[in-house]
């Protein structure tokens, strides 16, 4: 099975590279779009871990400007050999070009521990609405994320466009599972939408 499953992504993978538009930027829904009680979970969150987008990946300018006039503290990832480490940052100048070309904290910033993270925003390449992530197939969010999700405070949100929000994506046990997803013009809690299937 777990080989099946391997092979699906990989054929997924291949699909959307072949089919993406890095030239049709889209930026993430904003907050005052979000449900309620995940606009007062990310809004009342000390340290939200983000990202910076490659290729057709959502934006998050208007959704991060948001977080900065709520007074958030954010982190990014740098790659750091096989894993990533988050780094808090704030400004334009704290970044530089980094692994795989994407822009990443610049070294001598602070590191932010894995505990200190409320909320994540997560990129994939694709999502479905059970929460299930397709990444790139290096596994540094699956690592990153596998010790912090039982732990009650964290929550992960999964962010890609409309078009790669799939009906599903096979998973093997260590991939990463996201609490919601969010994409330029949708919404889904995860567990409302299980829920809801299962009830139907």
């Known amino acids: 099975m777990n080989g099946n499953a391997r092979n699906l992504k990989k054929l997924t993978r291949r699909v959307l590279r072949d089919r993406r538009r890095p030239d049709q930027e889209v930026c993430a829904a904003d907050i005052e779009k979000w449900p309620k009680k995940w606009q007062d979970r990310i809004i009342g969150a000390h340290m939200v ?8 990946e959502p934006l998050l300018d208007k959704l991060l400007k948001g977080l900065k006039e709520h007074n958030v503290k954010m982190c990014f990832p740098r790659v750091e050999g096989d894993d990533i480490v988050f780094y808090e940052a704030s400004s334009e100048d704290a970044f530089g070009e980094g692994s795989f070309s994407i822009r990443e904290p610049k070294p001598g910033l602070s590191i932010v521990a894995p505990s ?3 909320v994540m925003l997560v990129p994939g390449m694709a999502f479905d609405r059970k929460g299930t992530r397709l990444g790139r ?7 990153f994320c596998r010790d912090l999700k039982g732990n009650g405070r964290l929550s992960i949100i999964g962010v890609v466009s409309e078009k790669n929000l799939l009906p599903a994506i096979p998973r093997e046990p260590w991939d990463l599972v996201v609490d919601a997803v969010v994409t ?3 919404f889904t809690d995860v567990s409302d939408y299980v829920k809801n299937e299962v009830d139907q």
Not at 49 to 56: H, T
Not at 137 to 143: C, L, P
């Open 49 to 56: 871990a983000a990202y910076m987008p490659i290729d057709d």
């Open 116 to 118: 200190k993270i409320d």
């Open 137 to 143: 197939g290096k596994g540094f969010y699956d690592r």
């Open 184 to 186: 330029e013009s949708s």
